[in-house]
């Protein structure tokens, strides 16, 4: 599995008004153990073009009479984006932002890559959309190249649009092959939001007050921060509860494991008709749950205790696929597993909406059992993303980038944790990083969410760009293009640490 196990860290202003201010792209970086003045963003040569789109206030008019209320902003003070160039955001009025979530884990290779502009363009000049129902050549030569980086037997492709209509159909696949309907995933998991995949999501933040879910069935989520028990996990950065579960001889296993694999039995055994499922649905690594990583050897063994009762493991890459944790392409390699099917998206198109499951054939034939048709899956355009995606992303090896800016990444935030009592954990492998917040480091109590807020609105006014997520809306989710570099790294630490100092001062004085 190639883990490397380190020991457990120890446990250890006024919000800035220049929000509007345009920032010019040749500065220098601030050293990252300053607190006292403004960090400043790595040098760039890209000027984005002039923005000539509606004035910010016609664009609030018509989201308020015409965009659906569902949709949410992250910020108080709506970020228009205007343009973007690699790991960098312009918004309209031409500041520039570092961008530590990549469209929500999606762009992989950076913003507007040339080498996707240039294939993308190239097949729109030749051949859009025909549909499945003829050949073309682009949905082949890019369902060979996918397979070519997978492993055992995963062979056959079906492309589809997005990560919920992958597990939507990865389900189907499971039932159809074995014949049951039962289903486990993990409590705190995230695998889509359509009526189907909202019941295999394990949680309620999700959820619309409907019927479904039925036959899935949520276990105890294995999460050696918050979870019943601590433990070891794969990551530059032990939890503080490491100590609670002990590393076995085997190096990759650890003790906490085996009381989490219990809970799983003992739902197989009490919940599940026969104790025999359908498939078990897992992550990598939880993506929208926070980056949650699970005990070393959990999925391992999970997967052997689902197969040995006939199911079948379905693996969803859509956040940890295509090298984003570094040591593998794949996430679920670091676990040491072969599923029988993977889901994958996001990063896949690089903002392209494409995504694929990718199973054996014996599972595939399942499909034929009845017409099923995906109008726009493997489109001529989509696949030629796709296959330039890829390619792009095996030339730059942005899988060893991931692995050795994420880790220093992941140290140097590891620091921020032993010098504020407001982070609680720093977990992750790669680029795909979380970092929780706390009120109180020794009883793990949730940031207040205003508090929070607060803090993620003054990185944005410095030009950091950060996600947000987990159950309690406390994490910053660190997940940015794999091509930042070391200065973006500092530039990123530095910021935080300035927020971090002026959140300390202000429960200071309250």
């Not at 800035?16 to 403004?38: P, Q």
């Not at 079906?158 to 039932?175: C, F, I, K, P, T």
């Not at 977990?427 to 803090?455: A, D, Y």
Request: hydrophobic residues 35%; glycine residues 10%.
């Amino acid at each position: 599995m190639g883990l490397v196990l380190r020991s457990t860290l120890q446990v250890g202003a006024r919000v800035s008004s220049s929000r509007h201010v345009v920032r010019r792209c040749h500065v220098t970086a601030t050293s990252a153990g300053s607190a006292s003045a403004e960090p400043q963003l790595p040098p760039c040569d890209y000027q984005p073009p002039p923005y000539q789109g509606p004035p910010m206030s016609e664009l609030l008019r018509i989201r308020k009479a015409h965009v659906s209320p569902a949709l949410f902003t992250l910020y108080s003070s709506p970020l228009l984006l205007h343009a973007g160039h690699r790991q960098y955001l312009f918004d309209h009025q031409g500041r520039r932002y570092l961008d530590l979530f990549a469209g929500i884990v999606t762009t992989g290779l950076g913003h507007c890559h040339p080498k996707v502009i240039e294939a993308a363009t190239h097949q729109m000049k030749t051949l859009w959309h025909t549909s499945n129902v003829y050949f073309n050549p682009t949905i082949h030569q890019y369902s060979q190249a996918l397979v070519d980086t997978l492993p055992g037997n995963l062979k056959n492709v079906y492309l589809v649009n997005s990560g919920s209509e992958a597990n939507d159909l990865a389900l189907l696949m499971a039932r159809l092959h074995t014949g049951r309907f039962d289903v486990v995933s993990l409590r705190n998991g995230y695998h889509g939001a359509s009526p189907y995949t909202m019941g295999l999501t394990g949680s309620s933040k999700w959820k619309y007050q409907l019927p479904n879910g039925f036959g899935i069935h949520h276990v105890t989520n294995p999460d050696p921060y918050r979870g019943l028990w601590g433990g070891y996990r794969d990551s530059p950065v032990q939890s503080v509860r490491a100590g609670e579960g002990k590393v076995l001889d085997d190096g990759v296993t650890c003790t906490s494991s085996s009381k989490y694999l219990v809970q799983l039995q003992e739902l197989l055994d009490y919940s599940v008709p026969q104790g025999k499922p359908a498939a078990f649905f897992a992550e990598s690594i939880q993506g929208v749950g926070a980056t949650v990583q699970y005990p070393l050897g959990y999925l391992k063994k999970a997967f052997e205790l689902i197969r040995d009762r006939g199911g079948l493991c379905v693996s969803d890459e859509v956040q940890t696929g295509f090298g984003r944790t570094g040591e593998h392409f794949w996430g679920f390699e670091g676990h040491g597993v072969v599923p029988d099917i993977v889901t994958m998206a996001k990063g896949i198109g690089n903002g392209y909406p494409l995504a694929a499951v990718v199973t054996t054939p014996e599972i595939a034939s399942t499909l034929s059992k009845a017409l099923h048709f995906n109008t726009y899956g493997g489109n001529a355009l989509g696949s030629a993303v796709g296959l330039a995606v890829l390619k792009t992303m095996l030339e730059e090896n942005v899988q060893k980038r991931s692995h050795e800016v994420g880790t220093k990444f992941l140290l140097e935030l590891g620091k921020l944790r032993d010098e504020f009592g407001s982070v609680g954990d720093v977990r992750g492998k790669g680029l795909m990083i979380g970092m929780e917040l706390v009120e109180n480091q020794s009883t793990h109590e949730p940031m207040n969410p205003k508090r929070f807020m607060e803090i993620l609105e003054h990185c944005r006014d410095m030009g950091l760009l950060l996600g947000k997520g987990g159950f309690h809306g406390n994490s910053f989710r660190i997940k940015p293009p794999m091509c930042i570099t070391e200065d973006d790294v500092k530039f990123a630490v530095a910021v935080l640490r300035v927020a971090l100092t002026a959140d300390k001062q202000r429960q200071q004085q309250q």
